[in-house]
């Protein structure tokens, strides 16, 4: 790990008391919580996250009332304007949170994010860190249409000095969003909108960390590797468990952070089976999948027993009507016709 990931790490901290059951909205709303009460310097701004409808999502219900209109901004219907405050607000000394309702909406403030906030740093010389979470939705499956739904971490990968994150499951979408919260980098915290009410999950109670930087395996195999993250690591184990049925010996890692990435976890898990499929949301051209099926040919390409496959949205803007939606997924059927094919060879 490089010693920005070891600082992170060092940093991350655990102080639970058990585990609840609960779905990803209430433990975002739990690390919200919890930052807010921690750190006075921590505040919230974004579109309609006041009450009484605590975002697009529900996501800070409740935390309006509680923490007040300073602690919790509601602000115009303003990209700019959010990202413009937040980076201000960090380089003083402030931890804002900022939420940019949809993804696809990120591109109104790309100025603001990758040519100010993501190169603070490193123009300074070290002096000037950026303290700055930015929480965004997306995703495919809600009838949200193609300006609503794209997932687009390549382009934020891309941008050197930004820390992205994409969690799986209600507890990893606690523990990160807190260790985004209290990095000194910005961070980008993407949220896939189908995770919001798709199941709970046991959550560690109290200030709970997930360092930045470290993969999961969600499940161990011999036979072949799938990478993936957010909502497709739940298709990605579905059809692990299906191919065991076969004698297929399906491991699936979680990446939970892109940038940076837990390569040696990725090389690690992918010399022991000598088979790797990438599985993503979104389109296959230039997407995160290349950059993992590039790293692996190259550290590895000796020892695979087959070329790195990638399961992908297609190439087109994100269908509308619910028929389209399903098939532009990559989902199951498509992850397991990807790994017979590799496992074959």
């Given at each position: 790990?490089?010693?920005?990931?070891?600082?992170?790490?060092?940093k991350a901290k655990t102080s639970t008391t058990g585990t609840r059951t609960m779905g990803q909205v209430q433990a975002l709303n739990e690390a919200l919580d919890i930052a807010l009460a921690a750190d006075p310097s921590v505040f919230l701004l974004g579109e309609d996250i006041q009450e009484p409808n605590?975002?697009?999502?529900?996501?800070?219900?409740?935390?309006?009332?509680?923490?007040?209109?300073?602690?919790?901004?509601?602000?115009?219907?303003?990209?700019?304007?959010?990202?413009?405050?937040?980076?201000?607000a960090a380089?003083?000394?402030?931890?804002?949170?900022?939420?940019?309702?949809?993804?696809?909406?990120?591109?109104?403030?790309?100025?603001q994010l990758i040519n100010h906030a993501a190169k603070l740093r490193y123009m300074s010389g070290g002096r000037t860190p950026v303290p700055l979470a930015v929480r965004t939705a997306t995703g495919t499956?809600?009838?949200?249409?193609?300006?609503h739904s794209d997932m687009l971490e390549a382009q934020l990968v891309h941008a050197a000095g930004l820390k992205v994150v994409v969690p799986s499951n209600p507890a990893d979408a606690k523990g990160l969003l807190l260790s985004c919260i209290f990095d000194d980098d910005p961070?980008?915290?993407?949220?896939?909108s189908q995770l919001y009410f798709a199941g709970k999950g046991d959550v560690p109670e109290g200030d709970?960390?997930?360092?930045?930087?470290k993969a999961r395996i969600a499940r161990s195999g011999r036979d072949v590797t799938l990478l993936t993250y957010g909502r497709q690591v739940g298709d990605c184990l579905t059809v692990a468990e299906t191919l065991a049925a076969d004698g297929i010996d399906v491991e699936v890692v979680d990446l939970r952070t892109l940038n940076p990435l837990d390569t040696d976890a990725v090389l690690g898990s992918v010399a022991k089976t000598k088979r790797a499929v990438v599985v993503h949301e979104a389109v296959r051209r230039n997407g995160f999948g290349a950059e993992l099926a590039a790293t692996i040919q190259e550290e590895l390409f000796g020892e695979l027993a087959g070329p790195v496959l990638r399961v992908t949205a297609p190439d087109t803007p994100v269908p509308y009507a619910k028929s389209l939606e399903d098939a532009f997924l990559p989902g199951p059927v498509r992850i397991e016709a990807a790994v017979r094919r590799l496992t074959k060879s």
């Open positions: 790990m490089t010693d920005t990931q070891l600082k992170a790490q060092a605590g975002g697009g999502f529900g996501v800070h219900k409740g935390l309006g009332n509680k923490y007040g209109t300073t602690r919790v901004r509601h602000t115009p219907i303003s990209e700019q304007a959010i990202m413009g405050a937040a980076v201000g380089i003083s000394g402030m931890r804002p949170v900022a939420e940019i309702m949809l993804m696809n909406f990120v591109h109104v403030c790309a100025d499956g809600g009838g949200f249409g193609a300006q961070c980008v915290f993407v949220e896939m709970y960390r997930v360092p930045l930087g």
